[in-house]
Nanobody
Framework: VQLQAFGGGSVQAGGSLRLSCTDI????????TGWFRQTPGKEREFVAA????????FYGDSVKGRFTISRDNAENTVYLQMNSLKPEDTAVYSC??????????????????WGQGTLVTVSS
């Protein structure tokens, strides 16, 4: 598993961004891909995750109804569509892969592989 994340940038509140995360070595062994975000001085926060096996989707409470995670099997890519962005969504967003069965996929320790982070800045 080797992940590459793209799509960060700056946007005004209410705007949208789409992040992508590609497993450039293919999705074999990549059971679930998730997105987390982190701001300085705070713990990493779960955003969303999707199962490659059956498409099951998980969302963090703070993004439900605004963010949409999806997967493209042919491109080995997971997308995170972020709408109605708020200043509090400002963070470094990182994608991660879990290759073993976990309890919730909402904890960062459940993921073994991490891509580089991409900064999302939402201005008011």
């Amino acid at each position: 598993v080797q992940l590459q994340a793209f799509g960060g940038g700056s946007v005004q509140a209410g705007g949208s961004l789409r992040l992508s995360c590609t497993d450039i070595r293919g999705i074999v062994g990549n059971y679930v891909t998730g997105w987390f975000r982190q701001t300085p001085g705070k713990e990493r926060e779960f955003v969303a995750a999707v199962s490659w096996k059956d498409g099951t989707i998980f969302y963090g409470d703070s993004v439900k109804g605004r963010f949409t995670i999806s997967r493209d099997n042919a491109e080995n890519t997971v997308y995170l569509q972020m709408n109605s962005l708020k200043p509090e969504d400002t963070a470094v967003y990182s994608c991660a892969a879990a290759t073993t069965i976990a309890t919730s996929y909402s904890k960062d320790f459940e993921y073994e592989y991490w891509g580089q982070g991409t900064l999302v800045t939402v201005s008011s």
